[in-house]
């Protein structure tokens, strides 16, 4: 049976999750800070709540998707959260949600914290999943409303889990990101196809994706050498040949430089045998 629930933020994201639920047939109750911005949504059945306060009253789940942890706080300041199940989709860091967590629970409600890895045109579609964190039961009794706009992956009750997911995840995609950016700086202006470089590019960058796999192995064990099939020393050895290609094709090294350097310095501490995946001991600064 469908549940009705309350949503809080329509904007970009806020919309295409509100969207979903209608059309799944959960009754909504929406608010946004700007009235007109529920129009999508009323147009489409929501029934829109003058104010936040009341909008939190109408139902038992509440989900929260505004712009940042600061503008949730003002939100909610003056709603009555006893007895509700908050479920905050707004990005934030571990510690916002846990800080969050506690404020929410202080005030009587249970707390599920989550992160949205999609964009909204991807909401309701396959591929899209929310990672979630906080209170076990909250997520147990909601998990079918919870699924309808994206999948669900429960990670903790740590509220702050959620969080350091989504975060861990976009982090590897900036790297990934940049070096698609440093590829094609290389290639472009050469007499290449850049459509053709990407469909060589895409399915090289799926194939080296799977290297997560040994490297989770490889920090469980402790043991950085197993598995290895291109040490650090043979790696860093190759890398002269990367910096001198930026140079002849003219192209900064700026994005590359960072991760050579670590590499370097790992096998300048006696780590020749190893696979890269010791460079996470590295970057810990505590
Ligand atoms: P929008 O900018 O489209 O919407 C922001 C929402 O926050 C609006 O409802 C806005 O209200 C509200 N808001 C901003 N400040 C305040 C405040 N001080 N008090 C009350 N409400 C406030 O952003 P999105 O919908 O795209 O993003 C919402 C959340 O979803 C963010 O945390 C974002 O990181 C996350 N997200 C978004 C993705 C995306 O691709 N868009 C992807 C993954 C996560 P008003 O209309 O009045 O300005």
Redesign the pocket.
Known sequence: TPTSLTLL???????ALGRAWLAAGHPLTVW???PE?TAALTAAGAVAAGSAAEAVAANRLVVV????D??VG??LADADLAGRDLVN????TPDDARTRATWAEGRGARFLDG??????PMIGAPGAFVLYSGHPELFEEHRQALAVPAGTRYVGADPGLAALHDVALLSGMYGMFAGITHAFALVRGADVALGEFAALLVPWLDAMAGAAHGTAERLASGDHTTGVVSNLAMQVAGTDTLLRTAAEQGVSAELLAPFLDLMRRRLNDGHGEEDTSGLVDLLRTR
């Open positions: 933020g329509t904007g970009a994201m806020g919309t946004n800070r700007t911005r998707c505004l712009l940042d600061a503008s003002a939100a989709l707004t990005t934030g992160g949205i890895m999609a964009v909204p």
